[in-house]
Nanobody
């Protein structure tokens, strides 16, 4: 069982930055593929970014490529999402997720956090 707790969300103006964190309870954090997903009101949850066990490979949704950076600190059991040049359309609840199997951009993750709200004003 892995518990995931996100933090770092908030209200920011368009063009601003936020860094989300996801603290994991697992001592075996380094053996999980990690991802960030988001869900806006009235919309389905969508993939944002994913990172391999070592951090050597990353995937991004086209909508955030070049603006968001996913990273991980395995020694500290923490996943990050640095979000720059934020847009109003980035407004959503952001959740982190963990997966035992290989890197993927779909929703097939084993464990999910509760989410943290990001609101970008125009």
């Amino acid at each position: 069982q892995v518990q995931l707790v996100e933090s770092g969300g908030g209200l920011v103006q368009a063009g601003g930055s936020l860094r989300l964190s996801c603290a994991a309870s697992a001592r075996t954090f380094a053996t999980y593929v990690m991802g960030w997903f988001r869900q806006a009101p009235g919309k389905e949850r969508e993939f944002v970014a994913a990172i391999s066990w070592t951090g050597g490979r990353t995937y991004y949704a086209d909508a955030v490529k070049g603006r968001f950076t996913i990273s991980r600190a395995n020694a500290e059991n923490v996943l990050y999402l640095q979000m720059n040049s934020l847009k109003p359309e980035d407004t959503a609840a952001y959740s982190c997720a963990a997966r035992r199997a290989g890197l993927t951009t779909n929703l097939d993750y084993d464990y999910w956090g509760q989410g943290t709200q990001v609101t970008v004003s125009s």
